[in-house]
């Protein structure tokens, strides 16, 4: 590709750089889309157990709670795209949606490829170009505007949307190349840190509980018995520890802190159970049930093979019968079932985050269009921004959102 002088060129062709691009050249601005990987939306096609999760069935409102704070961030891009528009740009694309038990919003088809493809057919009508396999390497400020370097060549540009992503999934391509970009044009980056990601501990049984998941659990992160964040939702065990909704959830908490390993999580495995209920029906069962096995009459909640390791944990053998359990026995069993500790050590990293927490600082980009505070020509849209929610489909919903918005301003610019 020779050199050519753009109205907008956009780098990353991910959920926001896609949605950025369709509105620039929709409205008539000569764009170009750059990716680095052989095909755009990889991450796309990876989320949600290829499934793309693509919003949650919520108003505005909840998902700007859901990021916390942060999440007014979001107000402005949500008023241009909300959840009910988005969804409606993909049903108006060919790709019905759904809505699941959790409130995510997932394609009918069950199929990430159909949402990444509606993108692309709008990408295609609107007239914007994508450049595959061309990577920036460098970027330098310019009178008219940027000029881009790659390996194909110099591209000169009036605007700049950078929507390259974090650092999640980096095999997806995210390695964090914008934010060197950022830095350079003087922004601050928040240290970028792995967030919607499975935690590792250190107790060796949890391993052998592996494929096991639990529908409702309680999950608390300790600092020396302070808590730091809750979370409760489904949970499951694996070889390395622990993921699934509620521990996903909470793994930014544990990414942030400088000493992981000083952290405790707390698991209430009956959070719809209160203790005196708990205590109660063991009681009761040890009285009427005396000849079951204690692990029988707990499997009335709880999968059996689990309930073994508990009985294991509360210092009782697997085969204990439920007659004659003590007060005492009671309430250090009803402790392992409503306050299980386990040590942290860490997370899984990177390579098996589902988004970053940190980024590019929030204060140094004007919400009301993603435009840089400190260079007026440069925006800044998706998981580049220090902006991350929970599971769910909420972290879509703000790449889509702010890409549009982006896109949308960067076009209104005048050239």
């Not at 942060?70 to 049903?91: D, K, Q, Y």
């Not at 093979?305 to 359990?325: I, K, M, V, W």
């Not at 980024?359 to 580049?384: C, H, Y």
């Amino acid at each position: 590709m020779g050199t050519t002088l753009w109205d907008v060129v956009v780098i990353g062709a991910g959920a926001a750089g896609l949605l950025a691009a369709s509105q620039a050249a929709e409205r008539g601005r000569r764009t170009l889309l750059l990716e680095k990987n052989r095909k755009p939306g990889v991450k796309i096609l990876m989320s949600g157990g290829t499934r793309c999760n693509i919003t949650h069935a919520t108003d505005n409102r909840g998902i700007v709670e859901a990021f916390g704070p942060p999440g007014r961030f979001l107000h402005s891009a949500l008023a241009a795209l909300g959840v009910e528009e988005t969804i409606a740009l993909f049903e108006s694309a060919g790709v019905p949606t759904k809505i699941e038990e959790t409130g995510k919003v997932f394609p009918v088809s069950n199929k990430a490829t159909d949402v990444l493809d509606a993108l692309l057919r709008r990408l295609r009508a609107s007239g914007a170009t994508l450049a595959l396999q061309e990577p920036v390497l460098d970027m330098m400020r310019t009178a008219q505007g940027f000029t881009l370097t790659t390996p194909l060549g110099v591209q000169s540009a009036r605007r700049v949307i950078l929507t390259t992503g974090g650092q999640s999934y980096p095999g997806s391509g995210t390695t964090g190349d914008g934010y060197n970009f950022a830095a350079r044009f003087g922004h601050t980056i928040v240290p970028p840190l792995p967030a919607l990601v499975p935690i590792t501990v250190s107790a060796p049984w949890v391993a052998d509980l592996r494929g096991i998941t639990l529908p409702d659990v309680a999950l608390r992160v300790l600092d020396n018995e302070k808590s730091l964040a809750s979370r409760r939702s489904s949970l499951l065990f694996a070889h390395f520890g622990l993921t699934g909704p509620a521990a996903l959830d909470l793994s930014g908490v544990i990414s942030k802190n400088p000493k992981p390993q000083t952290l405790e999580l707390e698991l209430d495995l009956l959070p719809a159970l209160p203790e005196a209920t708990v205590d109660d029906y063991l009681r009761k069962e040890s009285i009427a049930s005396g000849k079951k096995q204690l692990a029988v009459v707990l499997a009335e909640y709880l999968p059996r093979r689990l309930c073994d390791t508990l009985l294991t944990l509360a210092g009782q053998p697997a085969e204990r019968r439920s007659a004659a359990l003590s007060r005492l026995e009671r309430a250090r069993l009803v402790q392992t079932l409503k306050r299980l500790r386990l040590a942290i050590t860490g997370t899984l990293g990177f390579g098996k985050a589902e988004v970053t927490t940190g980024g590019v600082a929030l204060e140094e980009v004007d919400s009301r269009n993603m435009r840089s505070k400190r260079a007026p020509e440069l925006f800044i849209a998706g998981e580049m921004l220090d902006l991350d929610g929970p599971i769910g489909g909420y972290n879509f919903q703000a790449a889509f959102s702010t890409g549009w918005l982006a896109g949308a301003a960067a076009a209104e610019m005048p050239v």
